[in-house]
C-alpha cells in the first residue's frame, strides 16, 4: 500500500510535507540504484542532453539552497564549493562527469539530513512565513517544501526517459554511447 508516513517528531503537515519530499527520494533512489557509470554519465544519443549525473547533481544543490532558504540564510561558501552552482556560465547545469553513482547518492543523502533537521524546527505556524527565494522574489515555506518534492518529480521524468532510451539503444546493439 503506498502512502506517506510523516515523522511523529514533526508537526502534523510539516511531517507530511516532508514525507513527500521523503518518499520522492526514496523512488529516486530506487530509480538509479543499479546504474552503471555510463548510463549515469549517458547524455543522449546526440550528446546534448543532460546526464543523470548532471540532474542528481542538480537536484541535491537545488534542495541544499533549499534548506538554506527555509531558515532565512545563504549557503554557506564552503558548500558551494564542495557541491558546486545550481548553473554554470552559460545558464546550464554543470557538467557532472565520472563520478560515482554511490558518491552523488551519499552528497545527496547528506543534503536530505539536512533538510530533515530543518524540518524537525518547523512548526505548522511557521507554514505560511515567507522566506526569500530567487530573483528577489519570496516563498511560502510550504510552497519550499512542496516545491522540493515537485522538482524531484519533475527531474525523475527525465531520468526515467534517459534509463528508457539507453535500453532502446541497448537493445539495437548500439551500447551507451
Known sequence: MYDFTPEPQMSPVIGLLHAAVKYNY????????????????????????????QLLRHLMVVDLHWVYRLQSKEVPLDLIKSFGPMYDQDGKLPMVKNIPLHVLLDDYE???????????????????KTVPYENGNSATVRWGIWHIADHSRHHQAHIQKLIMEQRALHKLGRGWE
Open 26 to 53: 526514496d523512488r529516486l533512489k530506487r530509480m538509479v540504484y543499479d546504474l552503471t557509470q555510463d548510463e549515469i554519465d549517458y547524455k543522449g544519443p546526440l550528446g546534448e542532453s543532460n546526464s543523470i549525473a
Open 110 to 128: 547528506r543534503i536530505q539530513q539536512m533538510f530533515r533537521e530543518v524540518c524537525l524546527t518547523l512548526t505548522d505556524d511557521d507554514l505560511s
